[in-house]
């Protein structure tokens, strides 16, 4: 069997991408800066397909330069630095954080968009309410403002766009300042690990160069209120939402980064739900010597899916595991330097957050999280709540 190096892929397969037609691309440049600079309240959103095919690299670069307040989507999350104080949020209909990024979107009156992918968890379940007048869809293969489609790829746009926008007088003198992105926190009155606390929380443990991955579940909903820093990459998958996919995803991933030089930190956050079908990914980590900081939220069950359906049903409860005794069960030949936590009061959880061997993570550690089946991020919530309601 052959062995290809994932440089070579990422050369040939994800970076494959036929030229358009340059008088396209000159055309929509000149679009795109003409409807930026008549509109009073633009806004740029950062979607899921921003995220592949070798755009990101462009997405920082296109904030410094647009100066307008800017949101991701969940799939858009981990390329763009949402330290920035332009950043607003994350959009997703009415399971948007924050919640004023509902009104800034529907308030915009020109929306440049890159990579729009528009899947059920990555709209809040097809909640957007959006006014598709002010859309400047930007997509791998074309970009389509009003009724015109342009033959321009998005990869080969954004090259050009960036330095128009900085030359261009008025655009490159706006001095428009957003409101800060504030995140106070305090633990939890009832001293549980709550949902709305903990996504908070993690927004500091987070580090640039790390490589998060969130599984479906309230997971995946729950870490778009968490910031992440510059350089910090995000996956999830949001597409057909199979579980499972997390564990497997981590471990893909962390070892196509350390092929490339870039792994610095491994970040896995997961329902204990989805864990329990792929957790044998956990023997493929460590065989590749990767380290990685598994975070598992310890509901008692399938949480989304009582909330979807049988808030008490049988079906949504599992087995219950010693999930930080999981290492040491895939890694006897790491053990025992490898860690596993039991933590069930927020106190402890912000307690080891802190510190320095969980974060400077040099053996692989689990943190088994206990939590209140009931519980899930606000945003979720705020979704099924109006979906009952109808
Ligand atoms: C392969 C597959 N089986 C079933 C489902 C339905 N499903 C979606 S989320 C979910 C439960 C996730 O539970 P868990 O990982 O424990 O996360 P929680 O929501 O409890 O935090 C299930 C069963 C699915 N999406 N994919």
């Known amino acids: 069997m052959q062995r290809y190096p994932v440089s070579i892929l990422v050369q040939n397969s994800l970076d494959a991408c036929p030229p358009s037609a340059p008088e396209s691309e000159a055309a929509v440049t000149t679009e795109i800066v003409s409807r930026l600079e008549l509109a009073k309240s633009p806004i740029l959103i950062v979607g899921g397909g921003a995220a592949r095919a070798n755009w990101a690299e462009h997405v920082d670069p296109l904030i410094q330069a647009l100066k307008i307040p800017f949101l991701v989507t969940g799939l858009g999350k981990g390329i763009a630095d949402e330290m920035s104080p332009y950043y607003q949020g994350c959009y997703a209909g009415e399971g948007s954080w924050l919640r004023s990024a509902i009104g800034l979107v529907q308030e915009a009156d020109c929306i440049l968009w890159l990579g729009n992918y528009p899947s059920d968890f990555n709209t809040g ?99 778009t209120a968490t910031r992440f820093p510059s350089g910090c990459h995000g996956w999830t998958q949001s597409v057909y939402g199979s579980i499972g996919y997390a564990a497997g995803a981590a471990a893909g991933a962390a070892i196509a980064a350390k092929e490339t030089g870039k792994y610095k930190r491994l970040v896995l956050v997961t329902g204990e739900g989805s864990l329990q079908l792929t957790v044998q990914a956990f023997s493929m980590l460590t065989r590749y010597r990767i380290v990685p900081v598994v975070f598992a939220l310890n509901n008692y069950g399938y949480t989304i899916e009582r ?59 689990c943190v088994d999280m206990i939590m209140d089946p009931k519980d899930a991020p606000e945003t979720m919530r705020t979704v099924f709540e109006g979906k009952n309601a109808m």
């Not at 990869?155 to 409101?179: D, E, F, G, M």
């Not at 992105?181 to 443990?205: G, H």
């Not at 979807?308 to 599992?318: H, L, S």
């Open 125 to 223: 379940i097809f909640t957007e309410k959006l006014d598709r007048c002010t859309i400047i869809d930007l997509q791998r293969f074309f970009v389509n403002i009003g009724a015109t489609k342009y033959d321009a790829r998005i990869n080969h746009v954004l090259p050009k766009l960036i330095p128009a926008l900085s030359s261009h007088y008025p655009l490159a003198q706006r001095t428009k300042q957003n409101p800060q992105v504030d995140q106070q926190l305090s633990l939890p009155a009832s001293n549980k690990i709550e949902q709305d606390w903990l996504w908070s929380r993690l927004t500091s443990y987070l580090r640039p160069g790390d490589l998060v991955i969130t599984e479906t579940g309230t997971a995946q909903v729950g870490i």
């Open 307 to 365: 909330y979807f359906r049988g808030w008490d049903a049988k079906y949504n409860d599992i087995p219950m595991w010693d999930y930080a005794a999981l290492f040491k069960a895939f890694a006897p030949d790491v053990e025992p330097r490898v860690k596993g936590y039991k933590v069930t009061t927020a106190e402890e959880l912000d307690e080891l957050l802190s510190d320095g061997e969980l974060c400077d993570s040099v053996v692989p550690q």
